[in-house]
């Protein structure tokens, strides 16, 4: 993996990468959640790595994380635009998109605005739609330590066994590494601009557009997800046109891509194989013009 910062309308963005091999193909661009790269590891987990063994991977960090500068304003449609505003700077007309919790909210969101960008979406414990009778975990209330030093409360809402080995890595009790201290703190600092105020970590009209991601999509989820419950799977994989696969994973929390990081990327490596990309990748420069002249 290789770490780089690029500039994105006078704004740093952090971006992780793995995969150069593969370039020729479509870009896999992987947005994060909370357990996870950027999220909380400064490198490539399991599931990352064995996705760059097949597809060129570029993980940028959202905005206020792992040294990616803030938005003035971070409502969620002030992250599509900077995320839109990104490809535009990389020269990325069209990739494949894939999303783990709030960065697959991000995801889908993108997918509807600009179907015309994404190759194939991948969604992984998404959340924002509203799904009435199942709620949203508060990861905010989890994340306040309680007696002062135990995260079990935000590590059973991210995993299924939040006494594993895994979620007590990522999330241990008391003082751990620093540098992972606060890319945790500013994930939820993040999470807090864009999903805290009402409505929670949804859109609620994100539903009703899902028909315009005409793209083929793969839904994944683990059937113990606490924060976002597979009721929300369900309804993205019965809204999403093109949806081909729902895949709930048994034992599974909302951490799924970490907890299954082979069976997971597996999946999206096999899905991208069964629907390859059919529109010709040409510059963007030429893309755009062509677009305009349109």
Known sequence: MSVRTIE??????????????????????YLHGFADVHGVAGDFLP?????????????????????????????????VFHYLE?????????????????????????????????????LIGACGLFIPGAPIGDVFMHAQPERGTDLGSLRAL????????????????GRTDLDEEIRRYQMLRFGSFVGFKP??????????????????????????????????GRAYYDELPQATRLEMFEGAGHAVHLEEPD????LIIEFRNQYPDEI?????????????DG
């Not at 069976?263 to 597996?266: A, G, H, L």
């Open 158 to 173: 991210l995993f299924a066994d939040g006494n594993g080995a895994l979620a007590r890595r990522l999330f241990p009790d």
């Open 86 to 122: 990104l490809l535009d700077a990389e020269f990325l007309p069209r990739i494949d998109l894939v999303g783990h919790g709030v960065g697959g909210w991000i995801a889908a969101e993108i997918a509807v605005r600009h179907p015309e960008r994404v190759a194939r979406l991948v």
């Open 280 to 292: 010709e990748e040409r510059p963007f420069e030429e893309h755009s013009k062509s677009e305009s």
């Open 47 to 79: 599931y990352h790595q064995r996705l760059a063994q097949h597809a060129e991977v570029i993980a940028p960090a959202h905005p206020g994380c792992n040294g990616s500068d803030e938005l003035k304003s971070c409502s969620i449609d002030d992250v």
């Open 199 to 232: 409505p929670y970590f949804y859109h609620r009209e994100l539903r009703e557009r899902l028909y315009r991601a005409s793209m083929p999509a793969l839904v994944v989820w683990g059937e113990q997800d606490r924060m976002v419950p597979p009721a929300h």
């Open 263 to 266: 069976r997971v990327s597996d």
């Open 8 to 29: 994105v309308c006078g704004r740093k963005v952090t971006l992780a990468e793995a995969g150069a091999d593969h370039r020729r193909d479509t870009p896999l661009i």
